[in-house]
Structure formats: C-alpha cells, structure tokens
C-alpha cells in the first residue's frame, strides 16, 4: 500500500529566538558542566584526595551527586518509554480499527462544481463522468457523492420521523437534537466503496431520476432511532429543507463509516440519491484491479471530453486517504519512541559507569572482604543490590511523575487509559531487567578480583 504523506514543509523557517535560545541553553549547559569538574578539583586538597584515593573513599558528595544522576536518568527514562508505549498501543488498536470501506483498489479525486450551471446541468456532468469511468479498462465500479469519507466535505441535518413529534428548532438550535450526515451519492456508491448492505437494498436506477422518495441509513442512525426494529419501511424526512418537503421511505440499511477518520465518532447517515440535492462539490471513486495510480491520464482524458475547462485534484486512493489521518499520530509515536530509546541507552550507560566507578574505587575494600571469608556470591549481591536500589528508586519516582504528565497525551490516545497498568507494568519491568544486565556487568568484575592482587594496590 501506499506509505502516508509527511506534512508539507512549506513555510517552515528557522525562527530568531528559537534559534537564540537554543544557542543560550547550549552554552550555559557546556559552561555548568565544563566549570563544574574545574571548580571541584581546585577547590579539593591534593594530598588529601590521594590519601582519600588510597582508602577508597570515593568521596561523599561526588557519589551522592553521581547516584543522583543515575536516578534522574531512569526515571526520565521511564517516563518517556511510558509516554512512548501508551502512544504505541494506541496507534495498535487505532490500525485494527475497520473504517467500514475499502481501502484496497480504490481510486478518487474532487471535482468542485462549475458556478453559474443549472441543477439539471450538473446533474447531468455528474452522470457523464460516472458513466465515462465504467467504461475505463479495469474499473469494476464507479460512483460520486458529495460527502466522501476522510476528506472536508459533509452536509450535517437533522432528521424528523414520521408519526413522531416534530421537530424542536430551538432544541436544533442548542445542540439538545442529534445531527445527521446527509451525503448524496450515485447508485453505485456502495459497490464502489465496499460499503455493505446489511438489511433491505442498495439504490437502483429508477431511485434516482427522477427522485423516488428512497433513502438508505447506516446502522448508527436504525440503532438512534428506531433502536430494536428495523428502519426499513419507515418514512423520514430531512431538515433544514424547504416547508413542503415530502417524506422519504428509508430502503436499506448499510454498515457504518468512520466519515472523518478511524478514531472519529460515527455518526447517523442518510444517503440520498438525490443528485440535484448534491454540494458543490463532488467526489468520484473507482473501484479497478491493478494499479490504480495507471488511471490518473486516463480521468483526466474524460473530465476534459466532458467539460474542458474542468480541473481535478486531490487525485488519491483511499489507502493513501486513511494513511493521511494517521500521519500525525505516527510522527508523534516515532518521536516520542526515539527519544525514550535515547534516554534508556543513557540510563544504561549510567548504571553501567556508576557501578564500575563504585568497583573500581573499592578493590581494596572488596579485596579485603573476600580475604576475610566473603564468598563470590556475597560480592555479586551486594554490587547488584547497589545498583538496583538506585534504579528501584528512579522507577518509583518515574512511576510518579509518569501518572502525572501521561495525562497530557490523553488527547492522542485511542481506547487506551493515560494510566494503563500494562504498559506500566511492562516499561517497568524492562526498565528493571535492563538495569540488571547493565549492573551485573561491572559486578561480575568485582566477583571475579583476587584478593592477594587487590590488598597489594596501593
């Protein structure tokens, strides 16, 4: 399938004071950082630090700062990969979504109405181009509608039943009556789209011109409003309209669409065939075997047989349609997932040097142990619970900072909680195991040292 389209560049610049404060942050950070170790070791007796050194005092305030560290970057670290493994899920469970199309083989392009023409005239356009699609080599099915699923277009109503009180404008007015979608399509539409038809029939000829009367709901609208019974049969008329607007008997009920994107809400439809109802703009979709992108020289051939002067655009498959909506989501995962790999790999690399400072500078000490009976294992647990101690207590501060900043990308997230206890649970759990591994490393070392070797250090 066709990958989704990133967001267009244009426009974008480097902005001055972005540009300044970045600049100033850079340098404030490499000077804080580059005068921290200068003023610390001027500021540090010579001899006593070796004497320090030939103890293996590391030295209180300089492991305190570097635990420090060490525990900051975990829980950054567990934030992120939390952030991350939220918006993974729900990207996960967004692609498992089914829009209630087909996405496969199918091809479309907008069409905006000439100004200036008759109903009958854009009536009949509309018709000539259908028809004119038919015939192209491998298009199984062609159709138009003004309200095609993921793009801008959509005509929203209301609807008043028959034999049920009529409607309330002011209640319209305040937003107290559910809207409708009102699309009008061609009566191939749902061949085309692959829309099915769950009760009664799709639109036929006779349906159309001149206009009988038939309509066709989704199962969102039976369900609203005639939940239990079938719509079938029932009469309907669509509002805002004109007074002496004639009742329309609903003929079929096809499944639901997600018009405006797989984490939107579906709304109550009403097809209509209508075609001198249509917008001013319409949508043409061909359903075709093979490549569908072969066609574009092919359409743009008939629009200009059947009208010249008209322009086409937004020429696309609904494969590529669908991808679009999820660009941003996309982008917002892989971001956020490359900057939790990042901080992982630095908390890693921390644990990691923190504990191989820590054996480094207590040889002697650890030497001295082994000397007096301590056994390998001994040496290995107690290196191992250091660095887990510091990591357990990044975790639980992550933990609490996660519940708190997680609930700001709820907005972005598709039926998963902003405190899942899964992926929690998970990123916490992987936290800890890498931790391990980077904590037995330098452990194992320290488990490994001959005592005769390590007392002889000086």
Known sequence: GSGASVPSMHGIGIDAWVLAFTLGVSVITGLAFGLAPAVQAWRTDVNAGLKEEARG????????LRHLLVVSEVALALVLLIGAGLLIKSFSRLMEVNPGFRTDGV?????????????PQKVNFVEQIVE?????????????????PLTDFARIGVAEIEGRPPIDFSKVKRGEVTAVSRPTVTRDYFNAMGISVKNGRAFTSQDARPPAGSVIVNEAFEKHFFPGESAVGKRIRLMPGPAEARWQTVVGVVSDVRQ??????????VYSPDLEDMGGGMSFVLHTTGE?????SALRSVLAE?????????????????????TSRRLNTALLGSFAAVALLLAVVGIYGVMSYAVTQRT?????????GAQRNDVLRIVVQHGMTLTFLGVLIGMTASVALTRALSSLLYEVSPTDPLTFAGVAGLLAAVALLACYVPA????????MVALRQE
């Open 57 to 64: 005092d590391t030295g209180g305030h300089r492991t305190w």
């Open 292 to 296: 569908p992108a072969r066609l574009a």
């Open 132 to 148: 004119r699609l038919k015939a192209l080599p491998g298009v199984q099915a062609a159709a138009a509608t003004d309200s095609l």
């Open 107 to 119: 091809l479309t392009f907008q069409v905006t109405l000439t100004e200036g023409k008759s109903s």
């Open 444 to 451: 194992r070392r320290a488990a490994r040292i001959d005592p």
């Open 306 to 326: 059947v009208e010249p002067n008209q322009a086409l655009y937004n020429l696309m498959t609904m494969e590529q349609r669908l991808a679009n909506t999820t």
């Open 260 to 269: 405006s994107g797989l984490a939107g809400d579906i709304m109550p439809v």
């Open 364 to 372: 002697r000490e650890i030497g001295m142990r082994m000397a007096l």
